[in-house]
């Protein structure tokens, strides 16, 4: 089984000013991935995608969507790929 990820869109003024994605030193933004690691679901963070296990059910991917997509500051889209 290959591992399923989470592929997050940003806002047009966060992509502007350089940031680095899910990676960034932001504090909002190092909380957020505090959050998305306490899911014993989440393999690991890249700057555009959060990467899980094969195995994790569908609801726990809306879940996590939901919970990116709320982030209205940081997050433009979400899509589970």
Not at 25 to 31: E, H, M, N, Y
């Amino acid at each position: 089984m290959t591992a399923r990820a989470i592929r997050v869109r940003f806002q047009d003024e966060w992509q502007r000013l350089g940031h680095r994605g899910l990676l960034d030193g932001d504090p909002r933004v190092r909380t957020l991935c505090r959050v998305l690691v306490s899911y014993p679901e989440v393999r690991h963070i890249l700057p555009d995608r959060v990467s899980v296990d094969a195995k994790a059910s569908t609801e726990i991917l809306e879940t996590m969507s939901r919970f990116l997509t709320r982030q209205k500051w940081l997050v433009q889209g979400v899509e589970i790929i």
